[in-house]
């Protein structure tokens, strides 16, 4: 009798176009650093065979910007996303969304998962983050930026003091970034940018937490605002190698996952900015299926 595996799929979920910039990543990882249980945390590894998995994209564009929201509405619409994926035969859902890691990752991995999904995944994108900006505690005085949600829930401050005591990070709030961003008003953007990185660089950071997923589209306008003697941590650079660990450690999970190199991109309401923003960052024009939230 043939062996019967259930195949599965792994999501990767934004609110908007951030997470875009993850998936690009993450499909063309040849090789990062390091994933921990309750977030995508842990270990350094290679980031290879990342391309050969099934993958859904959803990006919650309808009700975009997440950044302004209260916990309980990036709860509900972070749940429903979740939800979906899973229906769409998801076994592992990344919420490549600072936001919704900061104010709702919690609660689905303590509450929604063990009541409902208790075999699936979730996992989030703060803690190793925040790994890496603090290299083995190589680095003392870090600075975030973020939406205001995610600022205002001091999450990456909560975070670094249990991995470094000694270390101090300074949050910023940039709530204008992301709707510009997400309108390709990107030269706006980068004029905006100065004035939420100034007081940053007033308190001599070592580093600097790229806190949005949406931010890694101008982190070259951000790496020049900054020099070169701060580090600009990009979760593009290293969730890749994140993911692929994680799914190294946990074979219970990896062996559910297909992989036959699909791709679907979803988005709850469509726009041509964000098409055309799409088309810049994966080089070719992707097919997008509105999904009715
Ligand atoms: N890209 C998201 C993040 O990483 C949130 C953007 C928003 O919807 O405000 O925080």
Known sequence: MKNIIS???IGIFDSGLGGLVIAKAIFSAKGSPR??????????????????YDYVYLGDTKWLPYGNKSAGQVYKYTSRAIKYLFDQDCQLVILACNTASALALRKIQQEYLPKFYPGKRVLGVVI????????????????????????RSHIYKKELIKIDAKAKIFEVAAPKLVPLIERNSLQLAEKTLGL??????????????????????????????????????????????KL??????????SKKL??????TFLVTKYNREFGEVAKRLFGRKLKFEVVPF
């Open 7 to 9: 195949e599965g799929k």
């Open 244 to 253: 692929s660990n994680y799914l190294k450690r946990h074979p219970e999970i």
């Open 128 to 151: 190793p983050t925040l790994e890496e900006a603090d290299k083995n505690h190589k680095r003392k005085i870090i600075g975030v930026i973020g939406t205001s949600a995610t600022i």
């Open 196 to 241: 939420y990185l100034q007081p940053l660089l007033k308190h001599n950071i070592e580093a600097l937490i790229l806190g949005c997923t949406h931010y890694p589209i101008l982190e070259q306008q951000i790496k020049k605002l900054v020099g070169k003697n701060i580090k600009v941590v990009s979760q593009t650079d290293f969730l890749p190698g």
């Open 258 to 263: 297909s992989k036959h190199h699909q791709r």
């Open 35 to 52: 994933i921990r249980e309750s977030e995508a945390g842990g270990p350094a590894s290679g980031g290879k065979n990342l391309s050969s």
